[in-house]
């Protein structure tokens, strides 16, 4: 089936396709050898990020229940 559809996708254009066996394709070979990069040295790196998002909601939270109180006593 794969075959079918390439061969209707090529039909439209004329163009040739040839074989080349492997080791006398080296533009492919080339491609596909993995370059050998020699690994990059990283630093230790500590970060630390307070956030007074729990604040904010501990407060919003005991305003609520104050709110929430008071209009059960009336």
Request: net charge positive.
């Given at each position: 089936?794969?075959?079918?559809?390439?061969?209707?996708?090529?039909?439209?254009?004329?163009?040739?396709?040839?074989?080349?066996?492997?080791k006398?394709?080296?533009?492919?070979?080339?491609?596909?050898?993995?370059?050998?990069?020699?690994?990059?040295?990283v630093?230790?790196?500590?970060m630390?990020?307070?956030?007074?998002?729990?604040a904010?909601?501990?407060?919003?939270?005991?305003?609520?229940?104050?709110?929430?109180?008071?209009?059960k006593?009336?």
């Open positions: 089936m794969r075959q079918r559809r390439w061969i209707e996708l090529f039909s439209d254009y004329d163009c040739d396709i040839r074989y080349h066996p492997g006398a394709n080296v533009v492919a070979a080339a491609l596909s050898r993995k370059e050998r990069a020699e690994p990059r040295r630093r230790t790196m500590s630390t990020i307070h956030s007074s998002i729990k904010k909601i501990l407060e919003a939270q005991s305003e609520a229940s104050k709110n929430t109180n008071t209009s006593e009336m």
